[in-house]
């Protein structure tokens, strides 16, 4: 260390990520002179994926600025909507967000799921390959500089992670046109085309059917449409109020 000393603001946003002693206005921190602001941020605990804007001494700058002795650093969170620019918005969850990646599912938004471990080199090689933004709870990952973009799930409530999300990047919804397990297209379905997959009790109450293009799934408005419709609704209604 060169003793070269600053003074961090975060954003009440972002508490979450750092100790209680930094979270009451602009505490002094050290650095060592050549560590990019950016590095030193994400020292105190805070992922970039979660930084809007870095303000130091009233004038933004970006991650690779060298802090100065005395600089005052104003830390904010990212703004909402976030805009992802450079490809389509679209998702990769890890496997920790199973039920979160079948409801953006069901709510038409292209969202690929690991439903096993394969390791964070993996998940960020494919969210670069993909270009993906990585949603995870998961600090070390959202770090790792390969990945296309990435986003930190504040929640571990179903319901709340999904508003968080849709609040966030405010995707476009086309609900029941995707298949909840692989993340395909559905297609309109003739009850011929699907009959190896009915009991027969489910041939002789529904005549309306869709299935999966890519993984052959069938589907139809059974025993749980309720509860997936409610789901629907509550993203649809959340939409519009947040749009007024």
């Known amino acids: 260390m060169n003793g070269t000393e600053i003074h961090v603001e975060v954003d009440p946003a972002l508490h979450l990520f750092v ?15 050549v560590s990019t602001l950016g590095h030193v941020i994400e020292s105190l605990g805070i992922p970039l994926t979660e930084v809007g804007t870095l303000v130091v001494d009233g004038r933004p700058v970006p991650p690779g ?13 990212v703004e909402h909507p976030q805009r992802v620019p450079g490809a389509p918005l679209r998702f990769l969850l890890d496997v920790h967000l199973g039920t979160l990646a079948r409801r953006l599912r069901l709510l038409g938004v292209d969202t690929a799921y690991e439903s096993t ?8 090689a494919r969210s670069a390959a993909e270009k993906r933004v990585m949603l995870s709870r998961d600090r070390g990952l959202l770090r790792r500089r390969e990945l296309w973009a990435g986003a930190f799930v504040y929640s571990t409530r179903p319901d709340d992670q999904l508003d ?81």
């Open 19 to 33: 100790p209680a002693a930094r979270r009451h206005g602009a505490t002094a921190l050290a650095t060592d002179g």
């Open 117 to 124: 471990d394969i390791g964070d080199p993996a998940l960020a």
């Open 65 to 77: 600025h060298i802090p100065g002795a005395a600089e005052r650093v104003v830390v904010r969170p």
């Open 164 to 244: 968080d999300i849709l609040d966030r990047f405010d995707p476009e919804l086309r609900p029941w046109t995707r298949c909840t397990a692989c993340n395909g297209l559905l297609r309109d379905a003739a009850k011929e085309e699907i009959a190896d997959q009915l009991e027969d009790g489910t041939q002789r109450t529904y005549d309306v059917f869709a299935q999966c293009a890519d993984c052959g799934r069938a589907y139809w408005k059974g025993a749980h449409h309720d509860q997936l419709e409610a789901i629907v609704e509550r993203a649809l209604n959340r939409r519009g109020a947040v749009r007024r």
